[in-house]
């Protein structure tokens, strides 16, 4: 296997990303991976778009099991801004992920765990395995009165019984609503709230970079689960420690599926109804329940197995992202369990004990498609090559990234040193939103750009559009949009706020063109006639901080609650390894004689207890004020290119412009106001 450097290239003509790949090559798929490949003739892209909805019910037939059909005519029902997908058919994502599998695959591993403790043995879950625990689990949580439509909310590390958890909730159509455990006990609460969730699945703790976190005592600290009247608490035993249990309210859950029954029908779900609930941050302090469908989000993510991560039967695929992400969803647990393969699972930190742990999985295991963040990748690079060196990385024939635009310099290190430039190297661009990948070069198709992530996959019309809507020309930037008829995986709804969903993606170009919110170059290259594109980033008040997506607002909120503070702007500063950190721009009460180091670690402590350790801010400028429009609104846009360097251009909108001039002296004479009372 191999990649080809340097053909030439179908080029438009004047796009400085030409250019710039011209100086850094452009790479094509071999000849080899080409045979391997399931897909590799670019006419893929002429034929789903010529008859696009013909391609997605091919593929709905051929990607998952249905228990009927769907009209000939109703393979997508479009009411903008709402859709629907092989309308009327029926499925269970759990009997997707499992039971179609069994026949030929019983014994195959479905899950590859591995703990993070070195002296702790892996544990292997065949498909089988799943089968039998999964069914248990759904009939205890349908002992604890969870039904179809019922949010479940799961606050869970990497491990095994996560799975057999979210696969249960499928099984007997409940939603789950999975939090990430590097947010705090109040980012839980917040969501069983808003869910109006009864029922909470956790764990005694786990192990991160060698420590106990501790999930249930959090929770118990934080009253979370008297403050939302939940009713159940189910207990997954990690690390055997001691936490209180409240009599008829928590249970363990190795005491719960113990003697349960284990068969347990899989309830039929039509390809639209509700699959999973999943809170992601947007432009206000309150995170949004994104609905995903059932039937319809699983053709997508199978679809994207195959066609973006050419997985065959023989392959063992790692997605590095947690379980909290949409990346775990729909490519550490459906993705490969839809499609019949064995997944990688690891619970702990990349670094943990040191730099090699990641390479040595990949070594060990034979990991052979490998698909990570650019912010982990720039982590372990930074940690010297003498970690990557002398390994045998031959399993390995493809590798992809995820979660933010991967620079160059970055990607040519993950090629050479990781990929030894035999594997093909993705940028697979999406997001919670759109459930699955909808931006990527194909392995077997190509080419693969450093920087640029690639062509809409077929089946998918995106576009780059101006502020009027017009589509920009080739080397042009502008707004990244998804076109009718939108992507099955992508999402249904925000949980019970339909004029929020509206709000945030189909108000920029209305109801019939769905705004991604990220900023995209229409580069000059064409694949299979259609554009590459260049993601560039954000353009609203969201970060990716070391690849989690963090609201700005929902820092804000968390600071303005401390009584010193008036007011307080939180926006991305560029970073190194992070990609992107928190900056705040704090205004104190006046007389507030708090000293800085003190005032750093309230700061700190308010937003890890409110939002989580994920959110912890690095920097903060103490100012007399920030820039605010004549209605008051925060001009974000004059801080960010204040911590990017970036020129302020017109002032005349600031109602108080002459707070800028001591900005701009707090923040190149004094350079970052480093936060201090954080050393984790
Ligand atoms: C960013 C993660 C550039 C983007 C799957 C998007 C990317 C946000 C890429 C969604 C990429 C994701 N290149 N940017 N390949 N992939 N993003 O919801 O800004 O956690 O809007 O989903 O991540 O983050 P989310």
Known sequence: MGVNVGRKLKDAGKQWVIEDAKKKGVYWPTERMKEKAYFSDEKIYAEASKDTRGFWAKHARESIGWFGEWDADKVVELEPPYFNWFVGNKTNLSYNCIDRHLE???????????????????????????Y????????????????????????????????????????????????????????????????????????????????????????????????????????????????????????????LMNGVEAYCDPEIITSDDYGFLLYTSGTTGKPKGVMHSCGAYSVGVALTMKLVFDLHPDDLFWSTADIGWITGHSYALYGPLLVGATSLWYEGAPDYPDAARWWELIEKYGVTIFYTAPTAIRALRAAGDKWVEGRDFSSLRLLASVGEPIDPDTWKWFFEKIGERRCALIDTYWQTETGGIILSSLPGIGPFVPGVAGPALPGVHCDILDETGEAVKPGESGYLVVKTPFAPSMLRGMYKKPEKYVEEYWSEYGTEIYFAGDGGIKTGMEIGGQPLIKITGRIDD????????????????????????????????????????????????????????????????????????????????YVADVPKTESGKIIRRFLKGLVRDEALGDMTTAQNPECLKELAEITKYRGPQKIQGYNA
């Open 104 to 130: 030929e695959n019983r014994n195959k591993a479905a899950l590859i765990w591995v703990p993070e403790p070195v002296d702790e043995a892996k544990q292997v879950l065949t498909y089988m395995d799943l």
């Open 132 to 255: 039998r625990e999964v069914n248990k689990c759904a009939n205890v949580l349908k002992g604890l009165g969870v039904k179809k439509g019922s949010p479940v909310t799961i606050w869970m590390p990497m491990i095994p019984e996560t799975a057999i958890v979210a696969l249960a909730c499928q099984r007997i159509g409940a939603w789950h609503s999975i939090v990430y455990t590097a947010f705090a006990p109040h980012a839980v609460r917040e969501r069983m709230e808003d869910a109006e969730s009864k029922i909470l699945i956790t764990v005694d703790g786990f192990y991160r970079r060698g420590k106990r976190i501790e999930l249930k005592r959090r929770i118990d600290e934080a009253q979370v689960l008297e403050k939302v009247g939940a009713e159940n608490c189910v207990v997954v035993r990690r690390l055997n420690s001691e936490v209180e249990m409240k009599e008829g309210r928590d249970f363990y859950y190795d005491e």
């Open 542 to 621: 969201v970060m990716e901080v070391a690849g989690h997506r963090i609201g700005t607002a929902e820092i804000e909120d968390a600071v303005s609650d401390l009584d010193e503070v008036v007011e307080v702007a939180v926006v991305g500063k560029p970073d190194a390894i992070k990609g992107e950190v928190p900056a705040l721009f704090v205004v104190l009460k006046s007389g507030v004689e708090v000293p800085k180091a003190q005032m750093d670690r309230e700061i700190v402590k308010a937003v890890r207890e409110k939002v989580g350790p994920v959110a912890t801010p690095e920097v903060a400028y």
